[in-house]
């Protein structure tokens, strides 16, 4: 849908008209009145990563028009986040270079033969992690805005368009 995203009335600090003013807390309520409200405890199945963050941004999501219907994107949200912080401290204890290994065989005094692998990163070519982390940002932002996660797209579905007039039953059968 083309346009700006819309901001929940009480973070818009735009001038609106009293009538876009009760389009739009129309349209906040028919997002949220009818569905139960979204589970605070994290599913047993996440992660520990996953299960802090789905109980951190549940608590916030109260105010906001996120309900158990929309558990599946957040389980999916608090997945993917999980999967980019353990990608994050890959680059971290490895640096962003992906690490390989040089084997030297060398002679001891004994005459045994010693093997030592060093591990050194390669600079021409990326830690793998960094591409996990890509996907998994994309991703986060994806369930974000995908299937009415946030306030905005699902304001987005219930908003009628600019000039869109209620239809009366009288409008559709004459």
Same mark, same amino acid.
């Given at each position: 849908m083309a346009g700006r995203k819309i901001k929940p009335l009480k973070n818009n600090k735009s001038?609106? !008209?009293n009538d876009q003013k009760e389009i739009? !807390?129309?349209a906040e309520? %028919? &997002?949220s009145d009818p569905f139960k409200k979204l589970q605070n405890t994290p599913p047993k199945h996440l992660g520990k990563i996953a299960r802090y963050e789905y109980q951190r941004v549940s608590q916030e999501l109260d105010e906001m028009p996120i309900r158990n219907l929309d558990r599946a994107m957040l389980e999916l949200y608090c997945t993917?986040?999980?999967l980019y912080?353990? &990608?994050e401290s890959e680059v971290q204890k490895n640096g962003i270079y992906a690490i390989g290994q040089i084997q030297e065989t060398s002679i001891d005094e004994d005459g045994n033969e010693v093997v030592n692998i060093m591990e050194i990163p390669i600079k021409t070519k990326k830690n793998p992690a960094i591409s996990i982390m890509a996907e998994a %940002?994309?991703?986060i932002k994806s369930c974000a805005g995908n299937l009415g996660l946030t306030v905005d797209s699902r304001m987005r579905i219930f908003l009628p368009k600019e000039g869109e007039k209620p239809k009366s039953i009288f409008d559709q059968f004459g």
């Open positions: 001038h609106l !008209t739009r !807390t129309n309520k %028919s &997002a993917w986040y999980e912080r353990e &990608a %940002s994309s991703q």
